[in-house]
Each structure stands twice: as structure tokens, then as C-alpha cells.
């Protein structure tokens, strides 16, 4: 007896995400940040320093962020104080500023891994002729952050990503800004990205006393 098959059917897979509870990457505080600053600087981690605080200032998504070559953030010899990439989810391009930090820091790690114009900012270990993964890239979140004694599975990729734009949020409350800043094209979609109705909503319901 013979079976027939539909081969028009594609294979379904099972979601990654089934059956776990997925909610949105807390950002870093202030003293987060300072914190995993200091551990990196003292172990003299130049490279993990250099990403930490472009990925803090660039509020990139890991994929843009790990994609970034020397010439996308200099100029000559020198680091830019701004930049812009095309992002790959979105085809939009996005600025972003390079504090004075991060330059030191880039510079620094420039130098130390020799890298060329053209190389990848971030080459990876295994394979300098490609960059460090994404995956791998949310493994070093997670080190960062198990390094100040928070839990490392409540932290990811865009834990970095919202940290600054969060905290320029709740100093402005210009969501417009921070719209433009993380090159989200709905203003919807930064609203949805930060909960800030959510923690508006909160703060004003702590700030009324009954």
C-alpha cells in the first residue's frame, strides 16, 4: 500500500516562545549602570566596556548593533560624535550620539584589537571575519548583569536598548523624542516599547493620596 504525501504543506515548528511567559526586558537604572561601568574598567575589560556603553548610547537593536564597522562610527582616526545606520528591520535610517565615554572607550578597544576601517567593530573570537552573534551578544547582557547580582534571566539585548531612551523618557516625557531616537516609524509602537502609560498611570496613582 502506497502513502501519498502533500508536499505543499510546509513543516510547522513549534514557536520558541510557546508555553513561556515573555514580557518586556527591564531597563537599567542609573546606578546599574555605573555599577557594571566599574566592574568592566577594573577587570580592564576593554572590549565589554567599549559595547556597553555604545550599546547603551546607540540604543540599537542588537542585529544593528552587532553589524556596526570601525567607519560607522569614525571618522579618519577619530570617533564620531554621531552616527546613523540603516536599520535592517525597519530600512530606516537612525542617529544616534557617541558620549565623550564611549569615544575613549571605542578608541581604546580599536587600538587594542588593531581593527581596520572596514573590519566589524565587535569581530568575533572564533571567526574575526564576522561579528560577534546576537545570540552571543545576549549571553554578555546576561554576564553584565549576573556580574552586579541581578537576575540574568529577567535581562536581555533590549534591557540596552530601552535603558537610555527610558531614562530620557521620564526626565523629558517627550515621547516624540525618544520615538525619533530608537527610529521607531509609529509613535504607537515607543509607547507599546516602554509601557509608559502603564508607568505613568502608576506614578500618578502613588502621587494621590486618598
Known amino acids: 500500500m502506497f502513502r501519498f504525501f502533500n508536499l505543499s504543506k510546509k513543516h510547522k515548528r513549534t514557536p520558541w516562545n510557546k508555553g513561556k511567559l515573555i514580557g518586556q526586558r527591564p531597563p537599567l537604572k542609573m546606578q546599574e549602570i555605573w555599577s557594571i561601568r566599574i566592574h568592566l574598567e577594573l577587570d580592564k575589560k576593554i572590549r565589554d566596556l567599549a559595547l556597553f556603553n555604545l550599546a547603551i548610547d546607540s540604543k540599537l537593536r542588537g ?12 571618522t579618519g582616526n577619530s570617533i564620531s560624535s554621531r552616527a546613523m545606520v540603516i536599520q535592517q528591520k525597519t530600512r530606516q535610517p537612525v542617529q544616534f550620539e557617541i558620549t565623550e565615554p564611549s569615544r575613549k572607550a571605542l578608541a581604546e578597544w580599536i587600538e587594542q584589537a588593531s581593527l581596520k576601517s572596514v ?6 573570537r572564533l571567526n ?12 554578555i547582557v ?25 531614562l530620557i523618557y521620564k526626565r523629558t516625557k517627550n515621547i516624540r523624542a525618544v520615538q525619533i531616537l530608537l527610529g521607531h516609524t509609529k509613535l504607537e509602537s515607543t509607547v507599546r516599547y516602554l509601557g509608559v502609560e502603564v508607568d505613568d498611570a502608576l506614578e500618578m496613582s502613588e502621587q494621590t493620596e486618598i
Open 128 to 139: 574575526p571575519l564576522t561579528h560577534v552573534t546576537t545570540r552571543q551578544y545576549g549571553r
Open 63 to 74: 542585529c544593528d548593533l552587532m553589524k556596526l564597522r570601525v567607519h560607522d562610527i569614525s
Open 119 to 124: 573590519d566589524y567593530l565587535f569581530p568575533s
Open 142 to 166: 546576561k554576564c553584565w548583569v549576573k556580574m552586579i547580582g541581578l537576575n540574568p534571566t529577567l535581562y536581555g539585548t533590549h534591557s540596552m536598548r530601552r535603558t537610555k531612551a527610558t
